[in-house]
């Protein structure tokens, strides 16, 4: 069946701009998270969301960052006046349940900030 | 702040031989898991230890989960070049956080023909 999609693939946009990050995860799973994946840097936790509600918002770096799910399915991270320390792969991951199960990720969007 | 260290971050080893890779940490974790990633794709879970002490074999991989449940490690025996790529160890907090999973940095695996 078809996996974890993300889109763009990749991503350049200038400082200051506004990106849309999308996020399709495997249908049925109710749990979804995005990660963000920089060079040297392990895969760090910014939200997890169980449906269309997010519980757990507490990796977001700062306000510039937030996201959204709708209908229990797509996810959007948004990223505001983008910085170039904003640089890095996101990677959306979904679950069937929430819990230490595994977490099946996407391909992930590669974002460069110039 | 639960961090997981893992070493070497780096390792670069000719086909056949076998190698180790470690994850620790001063926290325990309810489980954790092994990924492996390629250039380009995302992680792909590889095995979840959940009990202390625990060993799990995977065709040439075996995983084992501290009796603390504090650190991991996973061995290979006789890596192939397919073995390549980047393994990351990633710990499942406790009680209602258990979904929340704590990744180090990796080690990056090159096994050469």
């Known amino acids: 069946g078809a996996g974890v999609s993300q889109s763009p693939s990749n991503k350049v946009t200038e400082k200051g701009k506004d990106v849309e990050l999308r996020c399709d995860p495997i249908?049925?799973?109710?749990?979804l998270y995005w990660y963000r994946q920089s060079l040297g840097q392990g895969l760090e936790f910014l939200i997890y969301f169980q449906g269309n509600s997010a519980p757990d918002k507490s990796g977001l770096p700062s306000d510039r960052f937030s996201a959204e799910r709708t209908g229990g399915s797509v996810s959007t991270l948004t990223i505001q006046r983008t910085q170039q320390e904003d640089s890095a792969v996101y990677l959306c991951a979904s679950s069937q349940r929430t819990g230490p199960y595994e977490q099946y990720f996407g391909p992930g969007t590669r974002l460069t900030v110039t | 702040t639960q961090l997981l260290e893992q070493s070497p971050q780096f390792l670069s080893i000719q086909e056949g031989e076998n190698l180790t890779v470690y994850c620790n940490s001063s926290s325990v974790f309810s489980s954790l898991q092994w990924y492996r990633q390629e250039p380009g794709e995302g992680p792909v879970l590889l095995v979840t230890v959940v009990t202390g002490g625990e060993v799990k074999k995977l065709k040439r991989l075996t995983f084992q989960f501290g009796d603390a449940r504090k650190d991991s490690s996973l061995h290979i025996t006789a890596a192939q070049p397919g073995d390549t790529g980047l393994y990351l160890c990633?710990?499942?907090?406790?009680?209602?956080?258990?979904?929340?999973?704590?990744f180090g940095k990796g080690t990056l695996l090159t096994v050469n023909p």
């Open positions: 990633a710990g499942a907090g406790s009680g209602g956080s258990n979904y929340k999973l704590t």
């Open positions: 249908s049925g799973h109710t749990a």
